[in-house]
């Protein structure tokens, strides 16, 4: 089992920024891709932005050029540095990795509880 925990959430004025931070607990599974998902009441979960264990990076179009996303594999953690922030950002993001047992070619998704970031206009 992989659990996530998830910190830095929080309100903040429109064009200011926030980081997002994930560290994951699993000391039997190798962690492959880790990531951030949003989600608004009413809508589906979407994903913000991932990244791979070697560093390669993807991002929703609506904020390429504004967040950025990291990792540090020696600590399994990963952040999203969010700038220039919009009223639009406001959601609650959720951190998402696919992990497997070391030594297995078998894949698992798993999901932190989520943590609220809320842009004032």
């Known amino acids: 089992q992989v659990q996530l925990v998830e910190s830095g959430g929080g309100l903040v004025q429109a064009g200011g920024s926030l980081r997002l931070s994930c560290v994951a607990s699993?000391?039997?599974?190798?962690?492959?891709?880790m990531g951030w998902y949003r989600q608004v009441p009413g809508m589906q979960r979407a994903l913000v932005a991932s990244i791979t264990s070697s560093g390669s990076s993807s991002y929703a179009d609506s904020v390429k050029g504004r967040f950025t996303i990291s990792r540090d594999n020696a600590k399994n953690t990963v952040y999203l540095q969010m700038n220039s922030l919009k009223p639009e950002d406001t959601a609650v993001y959720y951190c998402?990795?696919?992990?497997?047992?070391?030594?297995?070619?078998?894949?698992?998704?798993?999901w932190g509880q989520g943590t609220q970031v809320t842009v004032s206009s």
């Open positions: 699993a000391s039997t599974f190798s962690i492959h891709s």
């Open positions: 998402h990795t696919i992990a497997g047992y070391i030594g297995e070619s078998s894949r698992y998704q798993y």
